[in-house]
Structure formats: structure tokens, C-alpha cells
């Protein structure tokens, strides 16, 4: 069985730092692209960002220039350094991975339990 387990959510100012990590674990033959996506009330998920394992990255423009993903490949983890939050950063934030189970001839997505990030005064 496969599980992502993220965490590093909370509440943070506007204009403060976050960092995500979300790892992966299970019978895991390989991980291919990574992402985090988020999620207000009322509105749908949204992808964040993205990491293949290849290493291209690609970033919604709301948050570019402040968010920065990394993964390590070893450790079956990705990661989301999230600067300069705003107040509309506000969401649930899940962490994504595209992976194949030994034995298995498919690939899935796998979905973390979510994260909360709060960015308030």
C-alpha cells in the first residue's frame, strides 16, 4: 500500500515562510512526477506546482517567484518552500505523486491527507 504524508502546514503572517515536505512510502517500484496542489472552500483544487522526475518544473503564475519545489528522489519526498505568503495563499494544501507499486504495470496518482496553511494577521 502506498501513503504520502505530508507536513510543515500552520499559520503564518503575510509576508512569512513555509516549508512543505510530503514522503512518500509503500511498495513503491518507482515515482515519477511530484506536485502539490491546494484548495480553498467554495473553489476547486488547483495545481501549484510540479516536478518531474526529470527535474522540469513547472509553477502557477500566482505563485511564481515566491514558491520553490525540490524533491529527493531517495528519500521519495518532494518539498514546497513557500515565501513571501499571502492572504489569499489560504488553502489545504496536498501533496501529489504519480506512482508505480511492484508488480504493477500501471501508474497512479497518489494523494497526500492535506496540510493547512493559514496565512492571516
Known amino acids: 500500500q502506498v501513503q504520502l504524508v505530508e507536513s510543515g502546514g500552520g499559520l503564518v503572517q503575510p509576508g512569512g515562510s513555509l516549508r512543505l515536505s510530503c514522503a512518500a512510502s509503500g511498495n513503491i517500484f518507482g515515482v515519477y512526477r511530484m506536485g502539490w496542489y491546494r484548495q480553498s472552500p467554495g473553489k476547486q483544487r488547483e495545481v501549484v506546482t510540479t516536478?518531474?522526475?526529470?527535474?522540469?518544473?513547472t509553477y502557477a503564475d500566482s505563485v511564481k517567484g515566491r514558491f520553490t519545489v525540490s524533491r529527493d528522489s531517495a528519500k521519495k519526498s518532494v518539498y514546497l518552500q513557500m515565501n513571501s505568503l499571502k492572504p489569499e495563499d489560504t488553502a489545504v494544501y496536498y501533496c501529489?505523486?504519480?506512482?508505480?507499486?511492484?508488480?504493477?504495470?500501471?501508474?497512479?496518482?497518489?494523494w497526500g491527507q492535506g496540510t493547512q496553511v493559514t496565512v492571516s494577521s
Open positions: 501529489n505523486a504519480q506512482i508505480q507499486e511492484y508488480g504493477h504495470v500501471s501508474v497512479y496518482d497518489y
Open positions: 516536478i518531474t522526475s526529470g527535474g522540469f518544473k
